[in-house]
């Protein structure tokens, strides 16, 4: 049996390996199924593993997963959902070779954060280590496989500019549109960043990056594992917005370039240790059937429990950060750190509040395993928790 704890915050253990293998083990079912009934789309498909190299969750997952969410499959073929998987198999290294054509004209192929709509599109690798993507017979991307110096591989337009971001030393993502909230009628588009916004988002989101490979290691792992790609939102617009991100769009978020690094950690750690919290979710429930609505102190109305156990771990790690920040004397402005350490202080305890009238009765053993150590963690970093009553 799995133990999650781990997944709580990133003092617990090998978050790294557990969270990845479970999404690889996710992926892999589901392209090894289609691949039974529709081999001839999947190519030389292999499931291999050298040292971290392990398949993760790919952003172009959300396509199949909002399509099932949205109860959407039955209307859209069967051969634009192979397609698609396809992708996902080719992109997370399972195939040598891709070579699909289908008709997207009602809903997109999506691959590397951009969608593609046509009557017949077709999408073929080549030798160079190039994806070519050809619409009603015109070739309209080029997409070429980019080594960077930290050794991480993106996926970039060859007529693309600097379209990735570096996290730090170990790892760098690739900058793109979140298209598919409109294409997938979802929502509307945040508004991106322009030239001029866009260097001060990179600036401000590398330099968070590197603060916690300087001084966080832990903390620092726990943001680079899962993250694929970031949309890069313009902070002097999308007000109301600190950052977001889709628990059916896998390993995407969306970041804006606050004006201070107090906030950028903030949006970083929220975003991430939300993945880690769907991830569970994947391959076990984190509460028994049937729990009722509780009162959420964020929202000021009652929500379904999972909302309030997800606020509860994104900004208690968020919290746990700042205390470790302050105990090292690393930020100039204490004024400002304490401030927004009682805010989220204030925050964490009135989620806590809610979370242990009910966790005995509701929560399942990974639902203990993802609350409690971040509860041991906080109180050692000096979080009184009962303080709240």
């Given amino acids: 049996m799995l133990n999650f704890s781990c997944l709580s915050n990133p003092y617990e253990g090998d978050f790294v390996n557990l969270s990845k293998s479970i999404s690889d083990a996710f992926v892999w079912n589901t392209i090894q199924k289609e691949a039974l009934k529709q081999p001839e789309y999947f190519p030389n498909l292999q499931h291999t593993k050298t040292g971290s190299d392990i398949i993760g969750m790919r952003p172009e997952m959300g ?27 080719y992109l997370s290294g399972l195939m040598t070779s891709l070579n699909i054509c289908c008709d997207a004209s009602l809903k997109p192929l999506t691959l590397c954060g951009k969608n593609y709509y046509g009557k017949e599109v077709k999408i073929t690798s080549n030798l160079s280590n190039e994806i070519i993507v050809a619409i009603d017979g015109e070739c309209t991307d080029t997409l070429i496989a980019k080594k960077l110096d930290n050794q991480s591989i993106v996926w970039v337009n060859s007529n693309a500019q600097k379209s990735f971001i570096n996290l730090g030393s170990l790892k760098s993502a690739p900058l793109v549109k979140a298209v598919w909230l409109k ?32 001084h966080f290691p832990e903390f620092y792992l726990w943001s680079i594992a899962l993250i694929h790609e970031i949309i890069p939102m313009d902070h002097t617009k999308n ?14 978020i969306h970041l804006k370039g606050h004006n201070n690094l107090l906030l950028i950690l903030d949006v970083i750690i929220h975003e991430n240790s939300h993945m880690y919290f769907n991830i569970v979710e994947l391959t076990t429930p984190l509460f028994i059937s049937k729990t009722p609505e509780i009162y959420s102190p964020l929202k000021k109305v009652k929500r379904p429990m999972k909302m309030v156990l997800l606020a509860f771990h994104a900004l208690g790690n968020i919290l746990l950060l700042y205390k470790k920040i302050y105990q090292k004397n690393l930020y100039s402005d204490q004024a400002l ?6 805010h989220n202080d204030h925050l964490v305890k009135s989620l806590w509040e809610q979370l242990e009238r009910y966790k005995d009765e509701y929560f399942t053993l990974a639902g203990h395993q993802i609350y409690q150590p971040l509860c041991d963690q906080l109180t050692s970093m000096g979080v009184d928790l009962n303080e709240y009553n």
């Fill in 63 to 89: 396509p199949l997963r909002l399509a099932q969410m949205k109860n959407e499959l039955k209307d859209l073929s069967d051969e634009w959902y192979t397609s698609q998987l396809a992708i996902v198999a």
């Fill in 239 to 252: 007000k109301g917005i600190k950052s977001q991100s889709y628990a059916f769009w896998p390993n995407q």
């Fill in 337 to 342: 750190l304490t401030h927004y350490i009682k």
């Fill in 183 to 214: 294409d997938w009628n979802y929502g509307e588009e945040p508004a991106y960043c322009d030239d001029s916004t866009h260097e001060i988002l990179v600036e401000r989101v590398e330099h968070g990056y590197r603060f916690l490979e300087s």
